[in-house]
DNA sequence: TCAAGCACTGCAAACGTTACCAATTCTGTT
DNA sequence: AACAGAATTGGTAACGTTTGCAGTGCTTGA
């Protein structure tokens, strides 16, 4: 086995150029106070050298280390590894480096902000699990930007991105109306938790306004293995709906699979709404009608944020709602075209 | 907006404590050469200043920076996440932090490998892209272990863990013939790509020794979007299969949904046999047969490997290849009760 | 009582980098 | 030719941590 051979270090190629590890720096910088010819000599003495920065000895001198920190549960949904891998590629752009800290469960997610933290992060962005405010105020004051995804914490001063729910939400309502639903059900996740809460609050109240209500709940689910259970149990009662909205895309799928099962038509005896758009609603076997909540926007939106806020902005805290937009396929009945919605499939 | 607070540093807790800094470095540490009563004194100080170490001094002074990089490409099939998922959980628990590394499209993971170097990471896992010999090589006089998962590379010392791809391919081989397929073809990525080259060539090397071949082959695909349009070149020709195995489960749903839409009888008509084991494989409405390539004992020797090398094993490089195991679902027909083989659904 | 040994402690150097400051060289103007 | 000012350069301190070394005080055995 060869050696182990050392690193390069800005001393080396000093050493190399023949200059002080200063212009050494500079030349590595933005380039200012430095002339042409020892950037040159010091950058081809680098490249013989092989020697690259230390991104880590930087950050102590007061750089930023260039690393942010995802909080992230469980991927198992396709909509939070896409999300996972827009967030990568989009830093990556802006020079930063994602750094994964994941929890489990319904964990608190402090451990992993910890971790994160002791890794210097320039920010972290925060997509699930619940946060102490003892932890939200650490960072706070160590002025290291906290930005929420898919949740908002009042008061706090966090900046929040997520999905415009109760628009979706209300979108989605209006849609199986239309279609002439009138027993609609509601699957979700239950327990509080923040989207889900905020989709069955929309579907309700729009339901409200034209008299009717929701008339059936199932919670305490969120993947598609969960949809088939509850939609079974939803759709064998008594007073069957004919129209389901699902918290997302995947639990949709399980309950087109029950329906199914159960031998039922869609959308004829049953119309299906789902939320997300992953990238399995289109395909043949579902054609699930869906509200898109867009994932490139919300990256954008998360990126844009934490480089205002590592840029110094102070104002209290911004909420950003991403506009969703209904797609209908083949799990609503389509007895009219809809207006400002697209269609597909 | 309040002051950002500096962090607390070992000095601030070695003032309030009354004690040296060394002390409160050797409290954080083994705890050898503090007394008990210093150790309590310097934790409790650590404690009401909110202090923890910073990682990132810490590795200036030749600890190891407990980050690991997984140079990844685009998280496109839901095997990809949740690989992504059990190796950062695998990793927080062995005390080391995925820093993630995206490469696009079939660029070289040159890049991503390089941007890990600049971090001072402990060791590599390379998921996707190709890597140059001369990154390769720096890697090894750097003393950084380079794990390579899903793909072998000969004589560069390389640690590597991979499916058993060609006996996975032989024994949906093996199912499809025994369920009396005797126009068997290949769904594949092509151009090369090592996993496909191998399980495309298992699948072959089987039927070739009973005296068939691979009937038909379409590649340059690996999503469920690109497996619709090839199965539907593949089952209009005239010589239509009655047997397609696939490079792995997305595609093979693509396929799935081209069969139906062609009016074919699954398994009457066609046959569907798929590589990976994913979540949607026992969907309801796809009930795939299909070669399982199981995630946790993957990570597991990933982390294995990873952990002897950084503990300064130097056998020359190992190749730890995966055991893959049949389930068998819907997709093929049942003509017998197989043997060593896992029946679901 | 004394020496030897031990457990504990603090000092200071080192890690690789950047940024401030002072010193030097260059450029252009009179 | 002399000077002001700008451009470039090197020296040095600092970032937060660990660690080797040397010192301190305490215990123990003779």
Redesign the interface.
């Known amino acids: 086995?060869?050696l182990?051979?050392k690193?390069a270090t800005i001393k080396d190629v000093a050493a190399l150029a023949g200059v002080s590890s200063s212009a050494v720096s500079r030349s590595f910088g933005d380039g200012t106070h430095v002339s042409k010819a020892t950037r040159r000599k010091v950058l081809a003495a680098a490249e013989t050298l092989?020697y690259?920065?230390?991104?880590?000895?930087r950050?102590?001198v007061g750089a930023r280390?260039g690393?942010v920190a995802l909080v992230v549960g469980?991927?198992?949904s396709?909509f939070?590894?896409?999300f996972?891998?827009a967030l990568?590629?989009s830093l990556?752009g802006v020079g930063k480096?994602?750094?994964?800290?994941?929890v489990?469960g319904d964990q608190r997610a402090d451990d992993g902000l910890?971790?994160a933290?002791?890794?210097?992060v320039d920010a972290v962005v925060v997509a699930a699990g619940t946060m102490s405010p003892e932890v939200a105020d650490?960072f706070?004051?160590?002025?290291v930007p906290l930005i929420l995804s898919g949740r908002v914490v009042d008061g706090a001063g966090i900046d929040c991105v997520l999905a415009d729910n109760a628009g979706g939400a209300a979108k989605a309502a209006e849609l199986l109306l239309r279609t002439g639903c009138k027993r609609i059900a509601y699957i979700g996740r239950g327990h509080g938790a923040f989207s889900d809460d905020e989709r069955r609050r929309g579907l309700r109240d729009t339901l409200r306004r034209l008299g009717l209500d929701i008339v059936a709940e199932a919670r305490a689910a969120v993947d598609?293995?969960d949809g088939?259970p509850l939609g079974m149990e939803l759709l064998s009662g008594p007073d069957r709906p004919n129209g389901i909205f699902c918290m997302n895309d995947a639990l949709a799928?399980g309950v087109?699979?029950a329906a199914?099962?159960l031998g039922l038509r869609l959308p004829e005896d049953l119309a299906v709404v789902g939320f997300d758009d992953i990238?399995?609603a289109a395909?043949?076997?579902?054609q699930l009608t869906t509200v898109a909540y867009p994932i490139q926007p919300t990256v954008a939106a998360i990126v844009e944020t934490l480089e205002d806020r590592l840029a110094g902005a102070?104002w209290p805290s911004r909420v950003i709602r991403i506009p969703t937009r209904l797609v209908v396929r083949g799990t609503t009945r389509r007895l009219e075209r809809a207006v400002g919605t697209r269609t597909e499939g």
């Not at 480096?97 to 994941?102: G, R």
Request: hydrophobic share 40%.
């Open positions: 086995m060869v182990p051979m690193r092989g690259r920065p230390n991104a880590l000895a950050s102590l280390t690393l469980r991927l198992r396709p939070d590894s896409l996972v891998d990568a590629e990556i480096h994602l750094l994964l800290s994941p489990r910890m971790r933290l002791d890794y210097q650490r706070a004051r160590m002025g598609r293995e088939h799928v087109i699979e199914r099962d990238p399995l395909a043949g076997s579902y102070d």
